[in-house]
């Protein structure tokens, strides 16, 4: 089958057809994978086909990652996520069959590549590392969490602009630092990512199984989900120049009610189509319960939720300027249709479509509230980002040894470059890690 040209993917040998789905959502991504995985309904790891259907309650991590993967190539996720050899001596004995076709994705994994050549070295640095920095996590994220509720109560019962503020602010926070868990073996601290009208187990998929692996490529579904509102593919066939400057205009309100849709969406497609909808979902309304119960009853209800919505909007708002503005959108960011480096490796590749926040790095609760140490996380997800500043001497010496290139900046060059991004059309022709 021949491919349009402009439908042509720099990771792989198709196009998603999830794309083709008239409401894009995490459902319509994993039936998507189905289809175009070659996994032969069951789990693919490299050329392997396995059967995980026994191991799917025995799973470490939880069960969620395994019977959530099911029919889906999930190579690059298994190589991220394990940081020992025990797994694949685990897996061996559920392995049916070679595959049928080879893989749909490009990107390599050789053990003498980037990523494979980092990933054993980190390996041996863990077994040395302090662990105390998580400790420190772990108290940063309660501390959060507690503050949310405290300038909650407090908004609603003095109805306070300045307690809605920090109560928006806390809520933000907490949700973010939250990411710092839920690519992990299940814990408490996931569930507080909830809070946000935003839901864990989604963002497993969306985040974690989606963005995570194939960033900044059309299978990136934290991409398409903006679309057509805000779209940072340099192509016209997705949308046209006029339309990316009206995305200047109404990019503040999409950041104001990001949080509203992502619930609204899960909603309207459970209701429609498939139940996706979980008992957490319910999460934020202990907000407005917790601003009326504090409150002894002195705060109307009414009054409890304008002020929960509206700590949600600030909260809303706060997560897409830091989240957006935090890593991935640049002009001189890897985006699809531009040109890729000889070298395919998947590790590489994850370098390629970040640019760090330099200004973050001294601090471990900005780094755990503002998405940074962004490049060590990408490759290593399920390590707390209290521990990933041990791991930049590895980083460089590997970068050296592979010719990449860590690249930083702050904040509002973030900001820039994103808005910059937005009005890209033509894919750049020169390669990471070219001369200019």
């Known amino acids: 089958?021949?491919?349009?040209?402009?439908?042509?993917?720099?990771?792989?040998?198709?196009?998603?057809?999830?794309?083709?789905?008239?409401?894009?959502?995490?459902?319509?991504?994993q039936k998507g994978k189905w289809q175009d995985d070659e996994a032969e309904g069951l789990w693919r790891i490299h050329d392997g086909i396995y059967d995980f259907t026994e191991f799917i309650e025995k799973h470490p991590g939880g069960s969620f990652w395994i019977r959530e993967t099911k029919g889906m190539d999930i190579t690059e996720a298994f190589e991220a996520h394990h940081l020992t050899t025990t797994p694949e001596k685990i897996i061996a004995k559920y392995k049916v069959r070679d595959a049928a076709k080879p893989r749909i994705?490009?990107?390599?994994?050789?053990?003498?590549?980037?990523?494979?050549?980092?990933?054993?070295?980190?390996?041996?640095?863990?077994?040395?590392?302090?662990?105390?920095?998580?400790?420190?996590?772990?108290?940063?994220?309660?501390?959060?969490?507690?503050?949310?509720?405290l300038f909650a109560v407090a908004s609603a019962k003095y109805d306070s602009l300045l307690a809605l503020i920090l109560a928006g602010m806390a809520l933000c926070w907490t949700v973010i630092a939250a990411h710092n868990y839920f690519h992990r073996r299940d814990n408490w601290q996931m569930y507080t990512f909830n809070l946000g009208m935003m839901n864990f187990c989604s963002w497993r998929i969306s985040h974690a199984l989606s963005h995570h692996i194939y960033p900044n490529s059309y299978f990136d579904l934290e991409l398409s989900m903006f679309e057509p509102f805000l779209c940072w593919i340099?192509?016209?066939?997705?949308?046209?120049?006029?339309?990316?400057?009206?995305s200047w205009v109404t990019e503040p309100l999409v950041y104001v009610i990001a949080f509203f849709l992502q619930m609204g969406t899960r909603i309207f497609y459970s209701l429609r189509h498939t139940?996706?909808?979980?008992w957490h979902d319910l999460l934020p309304l202990s907000i407005p319960l917790a601003m009326y119960f504090g409150s002894a009853g002195s705060a109307g209800l009414l009054l409890c939720i304008r002020q929960w919505l509206s700590m949600t909007a600030i909260a809303s708002t706060m997560f897409c300027v830091i989240g957006l503005n935090a890593a991935h959108h640049d002009p001189e960011i890897y985006h699809e249709g531009d040109k890729n480096r000889d070298d395919r490796d998947w590790g590489l590749f994850q370098v390629d479509t970040i640019i760090d926040r330099g200004d973050l790095k001294r601090s471990q609760f900005l780094v755990l509230t503002h998405f940074g140490d962004h490049v060590l996380h990408h490759l290593f997800p399920t390590l707390d980002h209290g521990l990933l500043p041990a791991l930049y001497p590895i980083l460089y010496e590997t970068l050296d040894q592979f010719k990449g290139e860590l690249r930083e900046c702050n904040h509002i060059e973030h900001i820039i470059g994103q808005h910059k991004q937005l009005l890209r059309m033509t894919p750049n022709p020169r390669a990471p890690g070219e001369g200019k």
């Open 275 to 278: 139940n996706i909808m979980y």
């Open 1 to 29: 089958m021949v491919i349009e040209k402009w439908k042509q993917c720099g990771i792989s040998t198709k196009f998603p057809t999830y794309r083709n789905s008239p409401l894009v959502t995490v459902h319509s991504w």
């Open 234 to 246: 340099p192509n016209p066939h997705i949308k046209n120049q006029a339309m990316r400057y009206v």
């Open 105 to 149: 994705y490009t990107l390599t994994l050789h053990e003498d590549g980037f990523y494979k050549t980092l990933k054993g070295r980190v390996i041996e640095k863990l077994k040395t590392i302090d662990k105390q920095p998580k400790r420190k996590s772990d108290m940063i994220q309660l501390g959060l969490l507690i503050s949310t509720y």
